[in-house]
């Protein structure tokens, strides 16, 4: 009877033991997902930014609508451009009485507006630099009178998008630092509970591999099953911001997703049984009289 009590308490102590490293190894998981999933939705948040700044090329009175449209053509095989929109005199007209209730040709006589085409960048090539070389190539066409674009809001969105990927790597990796100490400490007091039985096993002869892989093979599925309640709790997470802001869904596409969530797995794999490996080797390499000063 003795003999059954005393296992059924180290069954109790045991599976507490699993519930709670399973538990702190989540919550790290969870951070550390939350910061990838962050860095992944800045990157999109970025290509969006940049894709949606237009760079207008101004047409001369010269250029009739089809060579407008072939010039449209040319620019989108170019692999500068995400997208092209010819603005006719006629339409840029309509847009002006719309938005200013005046119609200018009533006093000028004649319209005074020129056709244009509105692009949209590549995300690699909405920066300063590129758009030097690109305008330089855009005016080598004799009736392209000029190229403009906000270059202040450019340089600006480009200067506050590069800070903020500093910020959010220098976060993941002092959160990936905090993780790695917090599971560590969590995973070494469960191995401390069996450090005699483990000096027991290498008195007998075992290897140090046969020793070390039930703790890794335990600790693998922690991670596991951490990595998974993480993906969980973060699925939820999303689906909550879709709730409110269904909007999101520009930035956090299925790619997002999958990396965020295969990223939490593999984490949670790796700390655990990296964790579970240093503190084996720890005892292993430990006297008998060691282990009863700590």
């Given at each position: 009877?003795?003999?059954?009590?005393?296992k059924k308490?180290?069954?109790?102590?045991?599976?507490?033991?699993?519930?709670?490293?399973?538990?702190?190894?989540?919550?790290?998981?969870?951070l550390?997902?939350?910061?990838?999933?962050?860095?992944?939705t800045?990157?999109?948040?970025?290509?969006?930014?940049?894709?949606?700044?237009?760079?207008?090329?101004?047409?001369?009175?010269?250029?009739?609508?089809?060579?407008?449209?072939?010039?449209?053509?040319?620019l989108?095989?170019?692999?500068?451009?995400?997208?092209?929109?010819y603005?006719s005199p006629?339409?840029?007209?309509?847009?002006?009485v719309?938005?200013?209730?005046?119609?200018?040709?009533?006093?000028?006589?004649?319209?005074?507006?020129?056709?244009?085409i509105?692009?949209q960048?590549n995300?690699?090539?909405?920066?300063s630099?590129?758009?030097?070389?690109?305008?330089?190539?855009?005016?080598?066409?004799?009736?392209?009178?000029?190229?403009?674009?906000?270059?202040?809001?450019?340089?600006?969105?480009?200067?506050?998008?590069?800070?903020?990927?500093?910020?959010?790597?220098a976060?993941?990796?002092?959160?990936?630092?905090?993780?790695?100490?917090?599971?560590?400490?969590?995973?070494?007091?469960?191995?401390?509970?069996?450090?005699?039985?483990i000096h027991?096993?290498?008195?007998?002869g075992?290897?140090?591999?046969?020793?070390?892989?039930?703790?890794?093979?335990?600790?693998?599925?922690i991670?596991?099953?951490?990595?998974?309640?993480?993906?969980?709790v973060?699925?939820?997470?999303?689906?909550g911001?879709?709730?409110?802001?269904?909007?999101?869904?520009?930035?956090?596409?299925w790619?997002?997703?999958?990396?965020?969530g295969?990223?939490?797995?593999?984490?949670?794999?790796?700390?655990t049984?990296?964790?579970?490996?240093?503190?084996?080797?720890?005892?292993?390499?430990?006297?008998?009289?060691?282990?009863?000063?700590?």
């Amino acid at each position: 009877m003795a003999k059954n009590k005393r296992k059924k308490k180290c069954r109790r102590h045991g599976g507490l033991q699993v519930v709670t490293l399973c538990i702190s190894t989540s919550l790290v998981l969870i951070l550390l997902g939350m910061v990838v999933f962050s860095v992944l939705t800045a990157r999109n948040l970025s290509s969006y930014v940049k894709e949606n700044l237009t760079v207008t090329v101004m047409l001369s009175e010269e250029m009739t609508q089809p060579e407008a449209h072939n010039l449209c053509v040319k620019l989108k095989r170019r692999p500068y451009t995400s997208q092209t929109a010819y603005i006719s005199p006629e339409q840029a007209l309509k847009e002006h009485v719309k938005a200013m209730g005046s119609d200018p040709t009533e006093f000028l006589g004649g319209n005074p507006f020129v056709g244009s085409i509105e692009m949209q960048l590549n995300a690699d090539y909405a920066n300063s630099d590129s758009l030097k070389w690109i305008a330089k190539e855009l005016k080598s066409n004799v009736k392209v009178t000029d190229v403009t674009y906000q270059k202040d809001l450019m340089d600006q969105v480009n200067d506050n998008l590069k800070k903020v990927s500093i910020v959010l790597l220098a976060l993941a990796a002092l959160l990936t630092f905090v993780s790695f100490s917090l599971v560590n400490n969590t995973v070494r007091l469960s191995v401390y509970a069996r450090r005699f039985s483990i000096h027991t096993m290498k008195l007998v002869g075992a290897s140090w591999g046969f020793i070390r892989w039930p703790f890794i093979r335990r600790a693998l599925l922690i991670g596991l099953l951490a990595g998974i309640v993480a993906d969980i709790v973060l699925a939820g997470c999303v689906y909550g911001l879709y709730t409110v802001e269904p909007g999101i869904l520009v930035v956090v596409d299925w790619m997002v997703m999958a990396i965020t969530g295969s990223s939490v797995l593999l984490l949670g794999l790796l700390i655990t049984s990296i964790c579970s490996s240093f503190s084996v080797n720890k005892f292993l390499k430990m006297k008998a009289g060691d282990l009863y000063k700590i």
